[in-house]
């Protein structure tokens, strides 16, 4: 039997591979998925490794997968097998930064926290903003086409890829789009790329669209007894005009965490907080911001609270941003994981949507906390089971169809920005079936032989 690893450092170099030792940890991502152990794991230097990598395993019918922070919530990261891992992580640079041009150059390994760091300096950010951005890498971000907390005002990753370079599986090169702001160049390999979750390809560069940092923003939380005050205090803010960087909603058994972790008090008869971030001018921020809080009120808020500094309006961010990272604590006291559903509904359903899936949460008997991206009919559901116990298991899976069939009966999606991997692939047929086009799963496929005749690149993921 072919010792890969070994056949990998005569190919690549010894200093490229990852030690034995450290092979387990690329068999989970951080929703748990688990997978394989691979056989062999290569941190490439360059794209010229990525290229000799895929050429050795294209040419030996080895299976790999490509993998940034292991941030994926999906199982998309994790191998199915003996796989060859491509750990990009090391490929962290960030190449260049052209403001005037409005694009940054990097490589996939580079954090979005990093890169927010240094474009900063220039007065300009890249805004997809994932929970997870501090270490989540732009490779992985694109491979999923992440959304977060700034997609209702600024969209979703693939609005902010330029241009892609990318590795074939048989080793060749290519570019794709341009260091343009717009073109019109044929098929948009650019966009199909993105959120393919390394089906189709390794990236190894990225052109991303960079945006100049607002003026001024200002936050508060309302805080309200049923969802339906929260979206219209959403759906009319936006209608005036008033441009929201962040809209973001948590449930009752959420707030309840945001209680004990941060400390916030929760007003009496509260089942929802909707955290709001306004962008503007200086001259416009506080009269943006008491116009917002005033909407809120005549939406029925029970309660309004400004964020009066930035520790203020850290602990609200945070609050939100950490609720997946607090889910699992509380899971882990009780030897429970948990696993994240993610639908997507037009706003005008969402009121409606969350309030079937509490009806389903309450019969299940599952500790389920729902949260998201109001501005965009976002939902996250963390789900928390034993993964010992048929029943608890059973009805876990039970409930990720149940929110599936909820967000397409809602004219919604089984996937808002996690993306499908291997969590969800019945629901992508269930939808594609129900909106009558169940052939676009298998135009998918045909793509994918195109890019991969001989399916080495991560499959079994997006559909079998």
């Known amino acids: 039997m072919m010792d890969v690893s070994a056949e990998l450092s005569r190919t690549l170099g010894k200093a490229t591979l990852v030690e034995p030792g450290r092979l387990p940890a690329y068999a989970t991502d951080k929703a748990d998925f688990r997978g394989s152990t691979p056989a062999a794991a290569v941190r490439p230097r360059n794209a010229g490794d990525v290229a000799k990598a895929l050429e050795f395993c294209n040419r030996r019918k080895l299976r790999v997968v490509a993998r940034g922070a292991g941030s994926s919530l999906t199982g998309a990261a994790v191998p199915g097998g003996k796989w060859v891992v491509i750990d990009t992580s090391s490929l962290d640079r960030i190449l260049e930064i052209h403001v005037q041009d409005r694009y940054a150059v990097v490589e996939p390994g580079a954090t979005i926290g990093a890169l927010n760091k240094r474009l900063a300096r220039y007065g300009y950010f890249y805004p997809p903003d994932p929970a997870s951005a501090a270490f989540a890498t732009i490779g992985g971000s694109i491979g999923t086409n992440a959304g977060g907390l700034k997609a209702g005002l600024y969209g979703t990753t693939k609005d902010w890829v330029l241009g892609l370079e990318v590795v074939l599986p048989n080793g060749t090169v290519i570019n794709t789009g341009s260091r343009t702001l717009k073109r019109s160049i044929g098929y948009d390999l650019t966009a199909l790329l993105a959120g393919s979750e390394g089906t189709l390809g390794i990236i190894t560069k990225a052109i991303l669209k960079i945006w100049p940092l607002p003026e001024a923003h200002r936050m508060f939380a309302a805080y309200f007894g049923g969802m339906k005050g929260a979206v219209d205090t959403v759906a009319e803010l936006e209608k005036l005009g008033i441009a929201l960087s962040a809209a973001e909603f948590i449930d009752k058994s959420g707030l309840a965490l945001v209680r004990k972790h941060n400390g916030i008090r929760i007003p009496p008869g509260s089942n929802y907080i909707l955290i709001v971030e306004t962008v503007s001018n200086k001259e416009a921020a506080d009269r943006v911001l008491d116009q917002a809080i005033m909407i809120a009120k005549s939406n029925g808020a029970l309660s309004t609270k400004p964020a009066r500094s930035e520790g203020e309006r850290a602990d609200l961010f945070d609050a939100r941003r950490h609720m997946l990272i607090s889910s699992k604590e509380k899971a882990e006291r009780t030897h429970r994981r948990v696993v994240i559903a993610d639908i997507v509904v037009p706003l005008s359903q969402l009121h409606l949507s969350l309030r079937e899936m509490h009806h389903a949460v309450a019969r299940s008997s599952l500790d389920v906390i729902l949260y998201g991206h109001a501005g965009e009919g976002n939902v996250h559901a963390d789900i928390a089971y034993l993964p010992g116990d048929a029943k608890e298991t059973k009805a ?66 997006i559909f079998d």
Not at 444 to 454: E, L, V
């Open 396 to 461: 876990m899976n039970a409930l990720q169809t149940r929110f599936g069939e909820i967000a397409i009966k809602h004219c919604g999606s089984v996937s808002g920005e996690h993306g499908i991997g291997l969590e969800k692939k019945d629901l992508l047929k269930k939808e594609f079936a129900a909106r009558s086009t169940s052939e676009s799963i298998e135009l998918m496929k045909r793509i994918k032989k195109q890019f991969d005749p001989n399916g080495i690149l991560n499959p079994g993921k």
